[in-house]
């Protein structure tokens, strides 16, 4: 008898499993990839039936009997053709979003060893063809900027931003790696980390006095408040609870520059060390950093695919060589080091005629720095320039020790810049200012007031331009020595595409005078 039957007598009897309807028929899907890149990198040998396709119409040409339609979904730069019956045709206009069912059979034409013999097309989103502003012919990247709501829609476009989200991940494996934890820092804020004042105000309702009351409104904050230009500030109060810590998030400056290095509002990946007063630290972090993107992503489809130059557009982008060449040159650690002093000797024995005259104490222009990418990084490998004049850098910079170097005219920082060829610096970092009284005196020689403060009251009450007495209590208890950096992310995305300008590497740039959308 069955020890276990006793204690089984009076409990309820199991009904007979049932499987539903929804459940049989999942068993029964097509394991066909769903997507376009799946569907392309799909090559069976005998034809798959039951295969549905879900995408927009990129192309058409229509002929008596079929029609053929180039498919997209935004996760490949090639198109998939599908060949689709005429009466099935009906709405099938470019630009239009469409499901497709079919056979995924081997192709007797040239360009794709497969296409879909589309048994039954739905449009799901139709398409006005005569009005579609993106067709297939060649338009102009200035063209494109006009349309930031439909500009992903192009392929390439569209490879871009997948290079965004797989940089992320590979970002996100990196850090995670290394036991560094992930923060979000506000994008408001009441301090102007750089201090230079290019910053936008923030404010609620209309700004301008009430007819009635001729006063202006109260301020929302009680205080003047800006969208941020780094977290760096917030990162380092972070650090001290968390240890090693990073973000990427959207940052604001208000330059009223056109360039193609600049935008108005950016992402930026900055990332802070606990307990460490050592520059190289730093410097060997970044390097490790790119270096594990460029080899994580070396055999992915988006990178084969920014390597793809056809037709008119192959003039708005770097050669595949020059690209190859990029990522390449990011796996090469380590990568030289040359301090500022010496690059300016460097310049001066140039034959190079530039426009600035290089001067210690003074920053270095694009000139520069192209010249030196190219000299010290032999046009492939990325270059630090560290120890700059502290007179021409950010107050929060740790002062280099007296004897580091004596060649040097003057008082340098603990600090590097990160140049890298033909687009010259992506980042920056320093070993920061942790000792009280030498951060004080730094704000000063920078014209920075730190703002009253009373030793019998944590919080002051008298509202200030800049606020940063927050950041100067960071100093007052418990603060170790730290350092970190920030790279500028859609300027890595645009050096690692071969984009010739920043204004194409987000979805929706915002740039002076612009703001489309």
């Known amino acids: 008898m069955n020890p276990i039957r006793p204690f089984l007598r009076g409990a309820p009897l199991r009904r007979p499993l049932k499987l539903s309807s929804r459940a049989v028929s999942r068993a029964f899907i097509s394991t066909a990839p769903t997507s376009v890149a799946g569907l392309l990198d799909f090559t069976p040998q005998e034809a798959v039936s039951d295969v549905e396709i879900d995408g927009f119409v990129r192309s058409v040409r229509a002929q008596k009997r079929y029609h053929f339609v180039s498919l997209g979904d935004g996760s490949s ?13 009906k709405g099938l206009n470019i630009g239009a979003a469409v499901r497709l069912h ?19 097309a739905t449009v799901l989103g139709p398409s006005d063809a005569k009005t579609f502003p993106i067709q297939k012919k060649y338009q102009t990247p200035e063209y494109l900027r006009t349309l930031p709501h439909l500009r992903p829609r192009v392929p390439f476009n569209s490879t871009l931003l997948r290079l965004r989200s797989e940089i992320i991940t590979s970002l996100n494996t990196f850090f995670g790696s290394r036991d560094f934890i992930q923060t979000h820092t506000p994008i408001l804020t009441s301090s102007d980390c750089e201090g230079a004042g290019e910053v936008f105000h923030v404010s609620a309702g209309d700004p301008t006095p009430s007819p009635s009351t001729s006063k202006t409104p109260k301020s929302f904050f009680r205080r003047p408040v800006y969208t941020t230009v780094s977290a760096q500030l ?38 802070e060390m606990s307990f460490t007063d050592n520059l190289e630290s730093l410097m060997v972090l970044v390097e490790d950093m790119l270096s594990h993107i460029s080899i994580n992503l070396a055999d992915s489809r988006v990178k084969r695919e ?26 090469r650690p380590p990568w030289p080091r040359i301090t500022y002093t010496e690059a300016i000797e460097l310049l001066k024995r140039s034959e190079t005629p530039f426009v600035h005259s290089p001067v210690w104490g003074r920053d270095l222009h694009t000139e520069h720095e192209k010249y030196i990418a190219a000299k010290v990084g032999n046009s492939i490998s990325p270059v630090f320039v560290t120890h700059y004049p502290r007179d021409i850098k950010s107050f929060y910079m740790k002062a280099s020790p007296e004897n580091y170097d004596t060649t ?39 014209g920075i007031a730190p703002g009253s403060y009373s030793d019998d009251a944590v919080e002051s009450s008298q509202p200030t331009e800049n606020n940063l007495n927050w950041y100067v209590d960071l100093r007052r208890w418990g603060c170790p020595p730290h350092g970190g950096f920030g790279l500028g992310f859609d300027r890595l995305i645009c050096y690692l595409s071969g984009v010739q300008t920043i204004h194409d590497t987000p979805a929706f740039p915002r740039w002076y005078g612009r703001c489309d959308c």
């Open 234 to 271: 917030h990162l380092e109060a972070l650090a001290q609870a968390l240890g090693n810590v990073w973000t990427l998030s959207p940052t604001f400056r208000a330059e009223q520059s056109d360039t193609a290095r600049h935008l108005s509002e950016f992402y930026m990946l900055e990332a």
């Open 102 to 120: 079919g056979s995924w059979i081997p192709s007797q034409g040239r360009g794709q060893s497969h296409e879909l013999q589309v048994e039954r």
């Open 77 to 89: 730069l090639e198109s998939l053709q599908a060949v689709i019956p005429s009466d099935q045709a």
């Open 306 to 331: 920014l390597l793809v130059r056809t037709g008119e557009r192959a003039s708005d982008l770097a050669t595949p060589k020059q690209v190859s060449e990029r990522w390449e040159g990011l796996t």
């Open 408 to 446: 040097s005219p003057g008082t340098t920082v603990e600090c590097f810049d990160l140049l890298v060829p033909d687009f010259c610096e992506i980042a920056g970092g320093s070993i920061r200012e942790h000792r009280l009284e030498n951060l004080l005196e730094s704000m000063r020689a920078h």
